[in-house]
């Protein structure tokens, strides 16, 4: 199967350190991968030098067979790669409904240059309601999006993110800053999203980590250190070490791994 996405020997240095260190990587078309390893791995920096937000010193991304390397990040979401950001970007004094209306207006507006306004709008109405309601979020169509609690509007993010029909999603940290019950939410959400949409999911939290992927990624001083199936990874003496030290190796990947 053609990779979705393909990593080539992909680096970004900042001055003389290389936080992304000739990285590969593949991605096949449907699946749900996560990128993992202790803080300053370097999972932000190929986060954002995959998604465009950062230029690569050396090496090149391919997505769906095509070399994208020199694409910015609206380029890249035009092609249906699209990233979260840590803190989503909602319109806050709009309604929740509203939000994800905008989000497939811009789809939309290309698609459907000529059909008459007042049904394009009614369009647009049931196709945001009908992400809303695959969110869990129908309830709040009317509410504006800062009554929305955190876990909340990253559900919302979820949906205008489905309202562009991307290929591939990357989910920057989605469950940072929520509590256990919007992270439960959360994780279920993700589980029922199409099979069709691949994700690629930078997160801190090893249980969520587990629970959705089905590759893993470890990255450790810029290096690929590991990747392969979760129990592959949970049993990987290299991962734990490269977490831990050689101090405490029993209570990673169990119970409540943060
Ligand atoms: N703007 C920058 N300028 C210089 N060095 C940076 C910059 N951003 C990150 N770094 C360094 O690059 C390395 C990788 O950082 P990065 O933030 O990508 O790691 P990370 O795995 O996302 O870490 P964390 O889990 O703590 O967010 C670290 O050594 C970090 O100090």
Redesign the pocket.
Same mark, same amino acid.
């Given at each position: 199967m053609t990779p979705l996405l393909e990593l080539r020997g992909l680096t970004h240095a900042? @001055?003389s350190?290389r =936080?992304v260190d000739e990285v590969d990587l593949t991605v096949l078309p449907g699946e749900r991968h996560a990128l993992i @390893?202790?803080?300053? =791995?370097?999972?932000?920096?190929?986060f954002a030098t995959v998604a465009g937000t950062l230029r690569a010193t050396a090496g090149s991304v391919l997505f769906d067979g095509q070399d994208i390397t020199a694409l910015p990040e609206s380029g890249r979401a035009r092609r249906g790669l699209l990233r979260t950001y840590q803190h989503a970007s909602l319109f806050l004094n709009c309604s929740v409904l509203d939000n994800v209306a905008l989000a497939v207006q811009r789809v939309d507006r290309v698609a459907h240059r000529f059909d008459r306004a007042a049904r394009r709008f009614a369009r647009t109405e049931a196709r945001a309601r009908e992400h809303l309601e695959a969110v869990g979020l129908a309830g709040r169509a009317a509410d504006l999006a800062t009554a929305l609690s955190h876990g909340e509007r990253r559900q919302l993010e979820v949906a205008m993110v489905l309202a562009a029909q991307p290929a591939l999603v990357m989910f920057d940290e989605p469950t940072a800053g929520m509590s256990a019950a919007e992270t439960e939410r959360f994780a279920g959400l993700v589980e029922q999203l199409p099979d069709s949409l691949t994700l690629l999911i930078?997160e801190?939290d090893l249980d969520v980590v587990f629970r959705l992927a089905d590759r893993v990624t470890v990255?450790h001083l810029?290096k690929v250190l590991a990747s392969g199936p979760p129990e592959q990874i949970r049993a990987d003496d290299a991962v734990r070490s490269a977490y831990l030290g050689a101090a405490r190796t029993d209570d990673l990947f169990t119970g409540d791994s943060r």
């Open positions: 900042y @001055g350190l =936080a @390893g202790p803080n300053g =791995a370097g999972k932000s920096t190929l930078v801190h990255l810029g």
